[in-house]
């Protein structure tokens, strides 16, 4: 019993290669006896052709036998040539295997080392950035050391093939020999059918080879996952650095809030000094009385007085003159001022307006890129849904492949095999083609996200450029206060002059005002503190928000990367599995396995854009704590008409102050005429008006401070204009990279239209060089079937070819009913397959038939019991109506009863 095929054991190589040297040297040591019988049928036919025609020869038995002994000796040489070859095959073999399996235990060695070493790299912790750089280093250096080993990888594959070629020559071989044996003896050679060890190298191989693409796939992989934490770490940082910003900008308002409060103080102070001049006021006030009643006394003395005095009252009254000019003057520059402060503030307006319209249009900009990036998200699930087609389509044609591979022969076999590596590559490059597209569809959402931050941090400097206008219009206010206070000083300062006891009560008046208005200014401080600390909150807020998204960002790259590990581990199952019905069910738990993520996937892109509209409702929410702070504003500006009205009051209380003054001047002149007597007091009433003056000159000297702030208070606004410009600058700019990134949106979509059009291409062409491959080794196989037919042609006698011919035929003609009943089969399972699913649909259809039927039944269930109901009730109904008739009859018996009693009473009677 001969063995068809070799092993895949070294071992088992070295016992045959032993047993084949044995046979030789057996079959040497037998060479002696042939010749021993060649020789003896030589001496046999000499010793016939010494005997003389009158007796018997024996040429023909002598002719049979030298006939028999040609064949044994054409065999004989025929079994040592065999033997010689089939040494030198097994040699050539048994190095060849040695060789792969050094190189494919070693390679195994590294994949599983390399893959250990990969755990442990996503095992470890990352802290920092300086963690972070050095792992994306040692990543990185991985990587490049799996990519080097392909080299190794391809030559463990070309000695794999050539081990299985060897092998599969060695069967060749064999088989011919043996085929060319039964036919020369007649006699059927047993076999053992035997599965091919070229089978198993090359299934080592490709497993091998599957090995290294998932390692590779896994080590990129893991490689970009680095790169883009890295990118979110940095963005984390720049984001760190603007909340630091922030806050100092939030510590800044605080301090000028403490610079409010101490100014504050410093009115109070100045509060209390006007109370101590208001307290000296009314002393003089006194004595200004006692000097009334002295100089009543002394009028008459006063009299001769009278002359000398008048010149002195001229030259007051010129003083007093000239003190209206001046106050005339001061109003004219203080309308002024007002004037400029309204159209100043109309200007801020006009800004504030002009900004509001820009913030529209870039919501209407957000908005329409939010619809691009929906339109792109929308091609992307197209294409997504087409590939998941283009894998259904594999996977069908994979199931066909298995089933034929099944029940075909060796050949076949051989054929599938190339067949699933080529499919393999197919695989590997259509993950490569998702993959790119998956960071392609990752790269515009970071681009998204990117402008987003972009628009968010433009919306806030907008909003910090707010606050500063209107910090500075409260510095206005207050500076208009201080202008007004300062006015109301020179005012007190006329009182003084002229009527102390008006002035008292004006006093108390405006302290009780200044009260309110200081009231007013701790409500307003309050307000600004309330709206800081909301403004802080909302802060807090963001970034609590900032920090879910971040996670929801990692929770979608642990689902990504569970896909990817879900996708390797559905790669291996279809390469381990046997059998067409467990594949078929394997794939369809993947596939719903795969609709669930999907619907996972899905879900957290809703939960995005959910999150996406919170923040916009939180910017609307922002922008009408804007719209307050504007009404605040305005409302500001009403309370600065009341205060101008209060001024204009005020003036009118001077003018009367005035007409008081020519009254208390005739009084004067009243008092002159009292004599000599009175020129201390006149003299104490000149520094009086000396101090007066002073007081005016101080006054004037505020003012001009006043006026010197508003100046630096204009120049501030000036620059807050070119900061605004700057910004209509930033906003263009803006506009500008918005333009750009939709432009290179549109050059991405291209691309990705021109890579799907590549990969066609490149299937196209991929088939039809595996078609010209599949004609190339055929051609090969056939040039090798010719070469060994020649040998055997060369090795066998005519009629053995004949046989062999005619085996070779049948077996052709076997193999192709073989291959018409697979491909029979095939069809019949297709037709299997689709009564299947028709049944499947009938079974649905059925279903969904008794589902209807069962809510019909449902609901001519509950008819029946609501009839039933109904039905109980009237029965209820009718024995209450029943009831009551038997009451009724048994009162109308009792009544007949009753009656008859009576009329028998009644007869009774009546006898």
């Not at 790299?121 to 990543?139: C, E, G, P, V, Y």
């Not at 208390?664 to 000599?676: A, F, H, M, P, Y």
């Amino acid at each position: 019993m001969e063995k068809e095929t070799s092993s895949d054991d070294p071992q088992e190589l070295e016992i045959h290669w032993s047993a084949l040297r044995n046979m030789k040297s057996e079959l040497d040591q037998r060479r002696d006896l042939l010749t021993s019988m060649e020789s003896d049928l030589a001496k046999a036919h000499y010793s016939n052709n010494q005997i003389s025609d009158s007796f018997h020869k024996c040429d023909v038995d002598l002719s049979k036998y030298s006939e028999l002994m040609n064949q044994l000796s054409n065999r004989w040489r025929q079994i040592q040539k065999q033997i010689d070859i089939r040494l030198s095959d097994l040699e050539k073999q048994k190095q060849q295997l040695t060789e792969y399996q050094q190189g494919r235990n070693l390679m195994e060695q590294w994949i599983d080392n390399t893959r250990k070493r990969q755990e442990t790299l996503k095992t470890a912790n990352i802290t920092d950035r300086q963690t972070l750089t050095d792992h994306i280093n040692q990543q990185k250096a991985l990587h490049n050391e799996i990519k080097s080993r392909k080299d190794r990888l391809d030559d463990v594959l070309r000695n794999a093939d050539t081990c299985a070629t060897s092998i599969k020559n060695y069967e060749l071989e064999l088989a011919s020999y043996s085929s060319g044996l039964g036919t020369l003896l007649n006699v059927p050679v047993k076999r053992t059918l035997l599965q091919s060890p070229a089978s198993s190298v090359r299934r080592e191989a490709g497993e091998l080879q599957t090995h290294y693409i998932e390692l590779l796939t896994r080590s990129s992989d893991y490689y970009k996952f680095l790169g883009d934490l890295g990118k979110n770490i940095d963005e984390l940082k720049l984001r760190n650095t603007r909340i630091e910003l922030l806050e100092e900008q939030l510590k800044r308002l605080q301090d000028d809030l403490e610079n409010q409060k101490q100014k504050n103080g410093s009115l109070e102070g100045a509060l209390a000094n006007y109370k101590m001049e208001l307290s000296q006021a009314k002393n003089e006030l006194i004595s200004v009385q006692e000097v009334k009643r002295t100089t009543v006394m002394q009028v008459n003395a006063a009299k001769e007085s009278l002359d000398s005095t008048q010149g002195q009252m001229q030259l007051l009254t010129e003083e007093l003159s000239r003190i209206k000019y001046q106050l005339e003057e001061e109003k004219r520059k203080r309308m002024l001022a007002e004037e400029r402060f309204t159209t100043h503030q109309q200007e801020c307006d006009t800004s504030t307006r002009s900004r509001m319209q820009e913030l529209d249009a870039v919501n209407w900009i957000k908005i329409n890129l939010e619809k691009s990036v929906k339109d792109k998200e929308h091609e992307i699930e197209r294409l997504r849904m087409q590939l998941e087609e283009e894998e259904r389509r594999r996977q069908k044609v994979e199931s066909d492949i298995s089933k034929v591979r099944t029940q075909c022969t060796q050949e076949i076999s051989q054929l599938k095999q190339t067949y699933e590596t080529e499919i393999q590559v197919s695989k590997t490059t259509i993950l490569k083609v998702s993959q790119q597209k998956d960071e392609d569809a990752s790269q515009l959402r970071q681009q998204v996200d990117r402008l987003t931050d972009e628009k968010r941090n433009l919306e806030e400097e907008l909003r910090r450029q707010r606050q500063s206008i209107a910090v500075i219009e409260m510095h206005k206010s207050k500076a208009e206060q201080e202008a007004s206070q300062q006015m109301a000083s020179v005012n007190e300062a006329t009182r003084i002059r002229t009527n102390l006891e008006l002035q008292l009560r004006k006093l108390q008046q405006q302290r009780d005002e200044e009260n309110l208005k200081l009231q007013e200014s701790n409500r307003n401080s309050q307000e600004k503190s309330r709206q800081i600390s909301e403004l802080e909150f909302s802060l807090q807020e963001e970034e609590k928000k900032r920090k879910a998204l971040e996670l929801e960002f990692s929770q979608l790259k642990k689902a990504k990367a569970e896909l990817l590990a879900k996708n390797s581990t559905y790669l291996e199952t279809i390469n381990t599995l046997k059998g067409a019905e467990q594949e078929i069910h394997i794939t369809r738990v993947e596939l719903e396995k795969q609709t669930s993520e999907k619907t996972k996937a899905e879900q957290s892109s809703a939960r995005l854009q959910s999150r996406i509209r919170e923040l916009q409702c939180s910017l609307d929410g922002v922008e009408a704590e804007l719209d307050k702070q504007k009404k605040a504003t305005q409302e500001e500006f009403t309370r600065r008409k009341r205060m101008e009205a209060e001024l204009e009051r005020m003036t009118r209380t001077c003018k009367e102050h005035t007409t008081t003054i020519n009254s208390l001047k005739s009084v004067q002149i009243e008092v002159t005429n009292t004599g000599r007597k009175n020129e201390q007091d006149i003299k104490a009433l000149q520094e009086k008006l000396d101090r007066s003056l002073r007081d005016c000159k101080v006054a004037k000297e505020e003012l001009i401070t006043v006026t010197n702030e508003l100046k630096i208070i204009k120049q501030k606004l000036q620059q807050e204009q070119v900061r605004i410009h700057e910004l209509n600058q930033r906003n263009e700019s803006l506009y500008k990279t918005i333009e750009e990134k939709s432009r290179q949106l549109n050059e991405y979509t291209t691309e990705i239209e021109k890579l799907k059009t590549l990969t066609q291409n490149l299937t196209k062409e991929r088939l039809r060089l595996e078609e010209e491959l599949r004609a190339v080794r055929q051609e090969k196989d056939e040039l090798k079937i010719s070469k060994s037919a020649i040998d055997a042609e060369s090795a066998t006698q005519i009629s053995a070819l004949n046989v062999q011919l005619q085996t070779s035929s049948k077996r052709t003609s076997e193999l192709q009913f073989l291959i018409s009943d697979l491909t029979k089969e095939r069809e019949k399972l297709k037709m299997e397959i689709e009564k299947f699913q028709k049944q499947s649909i009938e079974t649905s259809k059925l279903a969904h038939d008794s589902q209807s039927k069962y809510t019909d039944l449902v609901l001519e269930r509950d008819s029946l019991l609501s009839k039933l109901k109904m039905l109980e009730q009237d029965k209820n109904r009718n024995q209450r109506l029943e009831e009551e008739l038997g009451r009724i009859k048994f009162s109308l018996e009792t009544e007949r009863r009753n009656k008859q009693h009576l009329q028998n009473e009644r007869d009774s009677i009546h006898k």
